[in-house]
């Protein structure tokens, strides 16, 4: 009972301390409070559900709402580094909170009605029907992992047409590796080894680290589920501490080894990490007492600037799109290239530049679904789209474990349909299009293991 209290109290702790003692605005305190509320449920969660919804709160309420809080406090334009970088916040505190807070609050709302199975409140059931039936079918692991490996090697020679199919594909690999933890096929170790070698190689060969971290984080929903002994919660608080000091570490060097990778280095890739990590990790306070290295990690979580630069732009600088991009993007998911030519690009290249006025060349960056609602439907509409946008992840993941309950295995397959899901400073058209696309493909799996090689998966 006390610690349901101390739990219940901790939101109004927070709001009334940011407030009143550190003199942040109640939008900025509201939203400190509002991931005094998220994280906690995210955390309590954690082994008991898989927690897809969670984790999206979480992150969205983290990046959209907390971290620009210190780049209105701290990271202002005053600041040497911000100036350089042009990282400083283009709007008022007021004007972006009094959208993005309300946006965030309705799509949290719609992540978490309460839907069959998607709040049922203890999916290990889910994790025991798939184990049970994966005996006896330890083969289909090693099938999987072959088409995994031969997309892999062909995907570079695949037509620009067919990328992602190819990358669907290849990431059989990853789905071919839960099968192996979950059967009793007794080459299970060698096909987990091999499986994680290839997520490396794949990881260090291209110095892109995102997709490693979010796999990571979306196995560890998924499998601490099935664990047969439940999680306590000072584990999770601590194994939580120790994924983000993980990330902290990668951070750090992350810019010098993807510089090394991208300026055609020819030696050992695994050395050259190995050396960087082993550098950091005998002097851990130097990534403290770096004011840049600390400039570049605020920077890099600050999906803030681009939802703000989006705000200043639309619409004195360019119109709002009345949904007419939405539209399109959503028709886009759903009609092969073949028959559209000039349909939409995933991406953040063409929203940048549509919304923000920002040219993008040489790196990833995109605008994130709130600051899209804000750039088709406006305020009002955008808050509002948000809310649906939350319910649709959310109808997502409860489809899933529905369809999950007449085909154990699916579940399975839940960090391969949600991984660009979880991303929230992606864009609509790629969350849509990742999922729908990967459902399709995984039907096609099902279907050509059923009627091909007359096995149920």
Not at 68 to 97: Q, R
Not at 312 to 319: G, L, R, S, T, V
Request: proline share 4%; net charge positive; hydrophobic share 50%.
């Amino acid at each position: 009972m006390l610690k349901r209290t101390l739990l219940y109290s901790l939101p109004v702790v927070v709001f009334l301390a940011s407030w009143q003692f550190l003199h942040f605005t109640i939008w900025e305190s509201a939203s400190l409070a509002l991931l005094g509320i998220v994280f906690p449920r995210f955390i309590g969660n954690i082994g008991y559900r898989i927690a897809i919804c969670d984790l999206v709160a979480s992150l969205a309420v983290i990046f959209w709402l907390v971290v620009p809080i210190i780049f209105y406090h701290i990271y202002t334009e005053d600041n040497e580094l911000a100036n350089i970088w042009k990282s400083f916040m283009p709007i008022p505190s007021e004007e972006y909170y009094s959208y993005v807070f309300p946006a965030t609050l309705l799509m949290i709302f719609g992540l978490f009605v309460p839907f069959k199975y998607s709040s049922y409140p203890d999916h290990k059931i889910w994790l025991d029907r798939a184990r049970a039936y994966l005996e006896g079918k330890g083969k289909i692991t090693l099938i999987l992992l072959i088409i995994g490996s031969f997309s892999i090697i062909l995907s570079p020679f695949a037509p620009s047409g067919l990328g992602f199919v190819f990358k669907l594909s290849a990431d059989l690999f990853y789905v071919a590796a839960f099968y192996a933890f979950y059967s009793d096929f007794q080459n299970k170790k060698t096909i987990l080894a091999i499986a994680i070698g290839i997520l490396l190689f794949r990881t260090l060969s291209q110095a892109m680290f995102g997709e490693l971290l979010f796999l990571i984080i979306l196995t560890f929903l998924v499998s601490s589920v099935g664990f047969q002994k439940r999680i306590k919660p000072m584990l999770k608080v601590l194994l939580m501490l120790v994924g983000i000091m993980s990330v902290i570490f990668l951070q750090s060097i992350k810019h010098t080894y993807r510089s090394e990778i991208w300026g055609g280095y020819g030696g050992n890739k695994i050395a050259l990490f190995g050396g960087l990590i082993f550098e950091k990790i005998t002097d851990p306070v130097s990534i403290f007492t770096d004011s840049e290295l600390l400039f570049g990690f605020a920077q890099r979580g600050n999906q803030g600037l681009m939802i703000a630069q989006v705000m200043d732009y639309i619409p004195e600088k360019a119109p709002f799109s009345n949904g007419r991009d939405m539209a399109r993007s959503l028709a886009a998911v759903f009609i092969p290239r073949v028959f559209w030519p000039g349909k939409p690009e995933a991406g953040g290249k063409y929203n940048m530049k549509r919304y923000a006025g920002k040219t993008v060349e040489g790196y990833s960056m995109n605008i994130s679904p709130v600051a899209e609602a804000y750039g088709n439907f406006g305020r009002t509409g955008g808050i509002v789209f948000m809310f649906f946008f939350g319910l649709f992840l959310n109808v997502s993941v409860n489809l899933v474990l529905k369809l999950s309950w007449k085909n154990p295995s699916l579940v399975l397959w839940i960090p391969y349909l949600f991984y660009y899901s979880v991303k929230v400073e992606t864009d609509v058209l790629s969350v849509m299009n990742a999922l729908v696309k990967g459902a399709f493909f995984a039907w096609l799996v099902y279907a050509g293991f059923r009627y091909v090689l007359k096995a149920r998966i």
